[in-house]
């Protein structure tokens, strides 16, 4: 089976068939970009924007990485430096640049449901790459690949998603992802950035460090997300915060036996992961991102398909 609609919103309602189809496509694409020239012609003659109303490094890059890759032209949208800043709304932002005969939007919004409201605004295809609190689904297609890349299968697998979950998109893409494909998932957080209705997740709650992170074969440690918190900071200081919700190296101990440690980007060292762990060879931060820009290639790519 394959993946059959003209955009990719989230992870919630896309079946265990559809996320297997990502995830071999995207080994197609990792060999690609493995070669001395990492090129293709999916995309060619094709424009891919990218329209990003909050701040990115990985996620804006690996877009544009990827359709240039495929043989797009890739450009790069700026909310700060348009015309939004003039009062222009969303939608006739996005027809504007429709009216130029784009192809794709890569879009990253501070409102959850942004995306799909454009998505179903838009004649061209349209990627989530993170609506608010919602989701971002590259990102837990990227974990996917990652965890099978190094554990080979999915089959009675335990991971630990810790930290700042409330506010965590990618928490929630991994979550209903996850889940799916039948992985034992466990949360586990400081109580104020813990959503109110965490049992709707179907999750495992711990009630401390210890207990998350033992007997987890893939721990993926969250960035504690100030910019959404409001003005009060929700902890006293970032070494209270290291001391009971950090990973640790003696932490890392209590998992099970090669245990991958995964992080979205960007790490507040000290913070969520001290430098021992992040660097260490259970680390695997630089092989997601670089695994994103073959995930991101095979998304491009199928929706471009799809489209007609």
Not at 120 to 130: I, L, M, T, Y
Not at 288 to 304: K, P
Request: proline share 3%; hydrophobic share 40%.
């Amino acid at each position: 089976m394959s993946y059959k609609r003209k955009d990719l919103l989230g992870t919630r309602d896309l079946s265990s068939d559809e996320l297997m189809f990502f995830l071999d496509y995207a080994k197609e694409f990792k060999n690609l970009n493995n070669q001395s020239i990492k090129k293709a012609d999916n995309l060619r003659g094709k424009t891919v924007i990218n329209v990003f109303y909050e701040n990115s490094t990985r996620t804006r890059t690996s877009f544009e990485t990827a359709a240039k890759r495929l043989g797009a032209d890739a450009i790069n949208f700026t909310a700060s430096q348009s015309s939004t800043k003039k009062g222009e709304t969303l939608i006739d932002t996005i027809h504007n640049m429709e009216a130029m005969k784009t192809d794709i939007f890569v879009v990253r919004h501070n409102c959850s449901g942004s995306v799909r409201f454009i998505a179903q605004n838009s004649n061209a295809c349209v990627v989530n790459a993170g609506d608010g609190l919602n989701e971002h689904p590259t990102q837990a297609l990227l974990d996917l690949f990652t965890i099978r890349e190094h554990k080979g299968s999915f089959k009675g697998l335990n991971v630990s998603i810790i930290g700042d979950i409330e506010h965590s998109r990618v928490a929630r893409s991994d979550i209903w992802a996850m889940k799916t494909l039948g992985i034992n998932v466990t949360l586990f957080g400081p109580p104020m950035m813990m959503p109110n209705r965490v049992d709707a997740f179907g999750c495992r709650v711990a009630k401390n460090m210890e207990e998350a992170v033992e007997g987890a074969d893939v721990i993926i440690m969250l960035r504690v997300q100030l910019e959404r918190q409001g003005s009060s900071t929700p902890f006293p200081s970032t070494r209270e915060y290291s001391k009971f919700f950090g990973l640790t190296k003696e932490r890392v101990k209590l998992a099970n036996k090669n245990p991958l440690v995964f992080h979205p980007g960007p790490i507040n060292r000290g913070v969520e992961l001290n430098s021992d762990v992040a660097d260490s060879e259970c680390s695997m931060v630089l092989n997601q991102v670089e695994n994103g820009v073959a995930v991101r290639m095979a998304v491009l790519s199928t929706l471009i398909k799809n489209r007609g």
